[in-house]
């Protein structure tokens, strides 16, 4: 596939981006994000899925062209090959779920407090979010201070079942922690073992008809972490913030509560529904939200600004970039992730904010970068973050601590602006 061109970026800024005086102002301290070990290209998926499951012609000439269709290259799921797509009993979901989300939570909140370089016992909340709940306590969050030794009065909240704006509902929820205490430090992690919807599909006959929003399930969602520090009145020479969040906002979009469903059977199945007009909803919503909530009063325009939009599909970027007039390579992060990722849910958000906000010297698209998710509801979470561009001998001691850490992570770039029409998706 062809790169897009690079003439896209613009220099980075040659002097240090002074911070603003306001105590009360939210910072991005430290970002991170962390993958299963298990990774497969998306024909292995393809493979497997049809080894697992014997379909009619019909569905099984639909899954050969849905799971190109993606454009998702590769994926990482937590498990070995021959337990994709294999059914499990509850207690093995759930199990399963558990293990694996502390595994890659952990990890990634390990690389955002590496690269925030604070002291972990100043971490003041913790912020926990999933879309892969199950009925588990104590809950994620209070297993995630202990592991990660954080103090035991950490302040906690666990969101669930908020789809793919997890991260950034979180996000902007420990936003409004730390604007209405500079003090605080707020550690927000977010795990999805997302691909777990393959193994507990509804039952299917061998050799009959799969209902293609299933198939679609499987073609797209993979598992992963991301994390983030947020907090105020940063410490000079210990804490380097990688970007001011100036605004954070939230939409119920009226009447598309069934645009979107998720529900559980009472033979452990998990089943996913989606309107297939829900990327035309998205398309239309998001250029308005961004415009008259996230821009409104800024002076800036959406053609100041890099997006970083969770990668839903190839529709779900293409539509509000074409609605607004702006170029894919606006959305280069978000096709990157959707193309070496896969849709990861709400985990997707925080490892995009990762990405974007640690892109090397001379790569660095905008100063300003519009952050949107989008879940079921349907409901969209939006932020305008203004880069802080460090003395670069602050961020190369930055990246030498994430190196000495051992966890920094490599992303391979480029990706096609074709976009294929059939791929038609979704939350």
């Known amino acids: 596939m062809n790169a897009l061109p690079t003439s896209v970026f613009l220099a980075a800024p040659t002097v240090p981006t002074p911070l603003v005086s306001d105590p009360a102002t939210p910072y991005v301290l430290g970002t991170g994000e962390a993958y299963p070990p298990y990774s497969y290209s998306q024909d292995e998926f393809l493979e497997a899925f049809l080894e697992r499951y014997k379909l009619d012609a019909e569905s099984e000439d639909f899954a050969r062209r849905i799971f190109p269709a993606t454009q998702i290259k590769h994926g990482c799921i937590n498990l070995p090959r021959e337990r994709l797509f294999q059914k499990m009993t509850r207690s093995e979901f759930v199990e399963y779920i558990q293990t694996s989300t502390k595994d890659i939570a952990e990890r990634a909140a390990k690389i955002s407090l590496a690269n925030w370089g604070g002291v972990r016992s100043d971490i003041t909340h913790l912020v926990f979010g999933t879309m892969s709940a199950v009925i588990d306590s104590p809950t994620m969050d209070a297993k995630l ?17 908020m789809g793919c704006l997890t991260g950034f509902r979180c996000l902007s929820l420990a936003t409004e922690i730390a604007r209405s205490d500079p003090k605080a430090r707020v550690l927000v992690v977010v795990a999805d073992i997302r691909s777990g919807l393959q193994n507990q599909l509804p039952a299917h006959t061998a050799g009959g008809p799969m209902s293609r929003v299933t198939i679609v399930s499987c073609a797209l969602f993979r598992d992963a972490a991301s994390a983030a520090v947020i907090g105020g009145s940063p410490h000079m020479g210990r804490e380097v913030p990688l970007a001011e969040v100036q605004r954070c906002a939230s939409l119920l979009i009226p009447d598309t509560e069934d645009y ?71 959305f280069q992060a978000s096709w990157d992730f959707l193309q070496n ?23 660095v698209p905008s100063s300003h970068v519009v952050c949107i998710g989008i879940g079921p509801g349907l409901s969209l979470e939006g932020l305008l973050l203004r880069r802080i561009t460090p003395d670069p001998a602050v961020a190369a001691r930055r990246q030498l601590r994430m190196i000495r850490s051992n966890l920094s992570l490599e992303r391979p770039s480029g990706w096609s602006a074709d976009l294929p029409d059939e791929a038609n998706h979704i939350q």
């Open 260 to 330: 979107v469903r998720i529900k559980d059977g009472d033979d452990g199945t998990i089943s996913w529904y989606n309107k297939k007009e829900l990327p035309d909803v998205v398309s239309a919503g998001v250029p308005t939200f961004v415009t008259d909530t996230l821009l409104q009063g800024t002076g800036l325009t959406v053609q100041d600004v890099q997006f970083i939009m969770h990668p839903g599909g190839p529709k779900i970027l293409h539509g509000p970039a074409e609605i607004m007039g702006v170029g894919n390579e606006k």
């Open 145 to 161: 201070i202990k592991s990660l030794g954080l103090l035991p009065t950490t302040k906690r909240i666990s969101v669930q079942q």
């Open 341 to 363: 990722h896969g849709n990861t849910s709400g985990s997707s958000n925080l490892a995009l904010l990762h990405v974007e906000l640690t892109r090397p010297a001379g790569a």
